[in-house]
T-cell receptor, first 113, second 112 residues
Framework: NAGVTQTPKFQVLKTGQSMTLQCAQD?????MYWYRQDPGMGLRLIYY???????DKGEVPNGYNVSRLNKREFSLRLESAAPSQTSVYFC????????????FGQGTRLTVV | GESVGLHLPTLSVQEGDNSIINCAYS??????FIWYKQESGKGPQFIID?????DKRQGQRVTVLLNKTVKHLSLQIAATQPGDSAVYFC???????????FGGGTRVLVKP
């Protein structure tokens, strides 16, 4: 039972490079989320998808784009990476948008130099 | 803006003692308040939630208290164990909002 799977686990980018973080869940959840976590801080919502075919901005969407490819997959794209985007990125899913229990992946540690 | 925050960044607890983690919130419109645990190198994990019309809810070794008068939330862990060492986050959710908003976290260190 894999739950929420994120790839890659670690990535180093140069300023201006682009990349896509992949996320897949096997729990048949409707809602998916992308958070970032900076050192010593809580999680801030970047984007979320309440259901397949919909995406909405969260608290810190600037510099990111997302795609809800299908019910299982929700990707996060950095078009032109900046050092301020150095962070740990977590993908999560929940059965539906109002649920209090979200299931998180292991995270992607991204460093932009 | 509306936010969920924490009083103490680090809590050091003797193994076997009870732990109390506090959280202040400002959004009175929240439907639920939730506690998550994050172990080193892992994603957050749901512990317990409490609906906004309740004052207390108990789980296995954990109790969450909600004081709406002073907008305060706490998590009590009974008989703290080494496996309880982690960062604990409070979060709030509005069913209509489709998303969780997290506070800044408290690190709990359990001393043997």
């Amino acid at each position: 039972n894999a739950g929420v799977t994120q790839t890659p686990k670690f990535q180093v980018l140069k300023t201006g490079q682009s990349m896509t973080l992949q996320c897949a869940q096997d729990m048949n959840h409707n809602s998916m989320y992308w958070y970032r976590q900076d050192p010593g801080m809580g999680l801030r919502l970047i984007y979320y998808s309440a259901s397949e075919g919909t995406t909405d901005k969260g608290e810190v969407p600037n510099g990111y784009n997302v795609s809800r490819l299908n019910k299982r997959e929700f990707s996060l794209r950095l078009e032109s990476a900046a050092p301020s985007q150095t962070s740990v990125y977590f993908c999560a899913s929940s059965r539906q948008g109002g649920d209090t229990e979200a299931f998180f992946g292991q995270g992607t540690r991204l460093t932009v130099v | 803006g509306e936010s969920v925050g924490l009083h103490l960044p680090t809590l050091s607890v003797q193994e076997g003692d009870n732990s109390i983690i506090n959280c202040a919130y400002s959004n009175s419109a929240s439907d639920y308040f939730i506690w998550y645990k994050q172990e080193s190198g892992k994603g957050p994990q749901f512990i317990i939630d409490i609906r906004s019309n309740m004052d207390k809810r108990q789980g296995q070794r954990v109790t969450v208290l909600l004081n709406k008068t002073v907008k305060h939330l706490s998590l009590q862990i009974a008989a703290t164990q080494p496996g309880d060492s982690a960062v604990y986050f409070c979060a709030e959710n509005r069913a209509a909002g489709n998303k969780l908003t997290f506070g800044g976290g408290t690190r709990v260190l359990v001393k043997p």
